[in-house]
Nanobody, 123 residues
Framework: VQLQAFGGGLVQAGGSLRLSCAASGGTFSNYAMGWFRQAPGKEREFVARISRSGGSTYYADSVKGRFTVSRDNAKSTVYLQMNSLKPEDAAVYYC?????????????????WGQGTQVTVSS
């Protein structure tokens, strides 16, 4: 499975961005999908996960209520709508596949990763 994330950019604090991650080379609906992020000098951290059908979502506390993960299985794409962005949200954002059936924030349980897209938030 190949994943390509895009949609990052520079936004002012309080603004919004929508990230997309397009999958190819596999059956997209066979995977739950996750979003992670990594800021310079920090470990990669979990952001959100969505189940295969899109009916179940799971968020890090730091983004709950501000970010929304969704997917379109017909387009083999997962999205991350980010609202009310804060400077601490700045990072490279990655999408990844997850074969499990239990929500997890453990990056080791995600299999295929995209190349990442940079999000910069100015204060």
């Amino acid at each position: 499975v190949q994943l390509q994330a895009f949609g990052g950019g520079l936004v002012q604090a309080g603004g919004s961005l929508r990230l997309s991650c397009a999958a190819s080379g596999g059956t997209f609906s066979n995977y739950a999908m996750g979003w992670f992020r990594q800021a310079p000098g920090k470990e990669r951290e979990f952001v959100a996960r969505i189940s295969r059908s899109g009916g179940s979502t799971y968020y890090a506390d730091s983004v709950k209520g501000r970010f929304t993960v969704s997917r379109d299985n017909a387009k083999s794409t997962v999205y991350l709508q980010m609202n009310s962005l804060k400077p601490e949200d700045a990072a490279v954002y990655y999408c990844a596949t997850n074969r499990g059936y239990t929500p997890t924030r453990n990056a080791a349980e995600y299999d295929y990763w995209g190349q990442g897209t940079q999000v910069t938030v100015s204060s």
